[in-house]
């Protein structure tokens, strides 16, 4: 691995205080660097390390951590399909040779796997709320199935995370995280955010469209062989047997399942003034805040009093035509959160790669 390397000086701290002799432990990293983040081109971290291994003997490792689809497009809005692995490979190549780190395609192939996220994104473009779905899975009670050690719902309502023993699930907004990145990318759920910043002007403004990404996150080489072995998968974990979409597609349905089953889905769409305002969002004829509000008071009034005796009221302070002006605000939101859920379940058995042209083609 060491021959492997052109770069020694770039690590932090440099490989060239290594002596010739010197067959203990030592650890540097490599990192993009400040230029390649203003330019906004994405490069893997690198970690190398040195280990003793007896007598005047050590054994050298590199690390490589990296997210593939921005290898591959320069962002993770885009997904990846089975057909990318030889230019994604090709590409992984080239990005680790401008940092001056040059490796065989068939070393990158076979490469030993310790970690992998599993992920899928979903776009919304019918006013669907990221948290509101967030909200809705965090009713689940997953404690049945995980041996949870802490559970996340944080930054205003866009990041559900769920810590366990054998795993990390992450579920959150994904233009949110974006726009957190803008102020501070430590705060962001999301690494290196700062390749596809531009992302931003393409579609958070714009409406309806919102993007929640769901992610299973495997940490260790034996966490991550235990958990793809819950799901049929028995190869060694190189990075040309665990990069498959249906693996990714089992993985990521068995704990989205988990969810599904814990969720108290009776509750998800009833009278409670979050889950009707909710439901009211997704109206597609609302002509902003004022009217949601306006709405939502009117559903939770109607609910418990008399329509007569609500509209004698405002007839008697405003009218007689009163009741006619407000005949629009008595309409009641469809209910559509449980459906939400059956939507998500229905885009991860078809399991179809987003691609940023799509989402650009409903804005």
Request: glycine share 4%; proline share 4%; with cysteine.
């Amino acid at each position: 691995m060491d021959r492997a390397l052109s770069s020694r000086a770039n690590f932090q701290p440099t490989l060239n205080a290594i002596s010739e002799d010197y067959f203990g432990y030592f650890k540097a990293v490599l990192n993009p660097s400040a230029i390649n983040k203003k330019l906004g081109k994405y490069q893997p971290r690198l970690t190398y390390t040195q280990r003793p291994r007896g007598y005047q003997r050590a054994a050298y490792e590199l690390v490589i951590e990296l997210s593939l689809p921005k290898i591959a497009y320069g962002n993770n809005f885009d997904e990846l399909t089975d057909t990318d692995f030889p230019r994604l490979v090709k590409q992984l190549r080239d990005t680790l040779k401008e940092m001056n780190i040059w490796l065989f395609t068939h070393q990158l192939e076979e490469t030993e796997v310790r970690a992998v996220h599993y992920s899928k994104n979903f776009v919304f473009t019918d006013y669907t709320s990221c948290s509101s779905v967030l909200q809705m899975l965090r009713t689940a009670d997953i404690s049945k199935t995980y041996d949870v050690q802490s559970t996340d719902f944080r930054n205003g309502g866009y990041v559900l995370h769920i810590h366990s023993n054998s795993l990390d699930i992450a579920i959150y907004d994904k233009l949110a995280d974006l726009q957190q990145s803008k102020t501070s990318e430590k705060r962001a759920i999301e690494k290196d955010n700062y390749v596809q910043l531009d992302m931003l002007d393409l579609i958070a403004p714009k409406k309806p469209v919102s993007v929640m990404r769901y992610e299973v996150r495997l940490n260790g080489k034996k966490k991550t062989r235990d958990a793809l072995a819950a799901v049929g998968f028995t190869e060694p974990l190189t990075l040309k047997s665990v990069y498959s979409a249906e693996l990714a597609k089992k993985l990521l349905q068995n704990h989205w399942q988990n969810f599904f089953d814990n969720l108290p889905k009776l509750a998800l769409d009833t009278d409670d003034p979050d889950k009707v305002l909710a439901n009211i969002l997704r109206s597609k004829e609302l002509t902003g805040p004022t009217q949601a509000a306006a709405r939502l008071g009117m559903a939770l009034l109607l609910k418990d009093s008399e329509d007569r005796y609500v509209r004698t009221l405002f007839e008697n302070r405003f009218g007689k035509h009163a009741w006619a002006r407000l005949k629009p605000l008595t309409k009641q939101p469809a209910k559509v959160q449980y459906k939400t859920i059956l939507n998500i379940n229905k885009m991860l058995e078809l399991f179809e790669p987003t691609k940023i042209e799509d989402i650009k083609d409903a804005i």
